[in-house]
């Protein structure tokens, strides 16, 4: 059940992302690859007042690294960069077996890659957009 309703998420990110569009005149944008598998994304994102109020993604990847981008764009659009970093982290460490059941369901949708902490293969693939994510934020945040 679990493992269809997981498959049954991911391809539908696939045929339908929400955000993988660019982002008119985006206030940051930052590339994220993973060479093992070939997933190259590039994000772009726009923030007023410490909020994001636009985001989107193109590029190309497999199935986990495209439905993750999505599902994390649905999750951090309307958030402030701190509660997206805070959400980020929760994601990077359910990962890495780390998170509780109640932070798992502050990710929405996508609690349901939780499954991928079990293949160990796709690991990179799923944080793929996250650690982009974080990393762009945190480097707005600097400037
Ligand atoms: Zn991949």
Redesign the pocket.
Known sequence: MQNSFYREVITEHNLRPSHKTPVDDPDITLRGV?PS???DITLGLKIRDGRITEGGFTGE??A??QASADMMLDLVIGKETEEALRLADIFLRMIRQEAGEEEIEELEEAGFLTDVSHMPA?V??AV?GWHTLENMIRNFRKE
């Open positions: 993973n598998c070939g997933d990847g497999c986990i690294s796709r990179k693939c793929l």
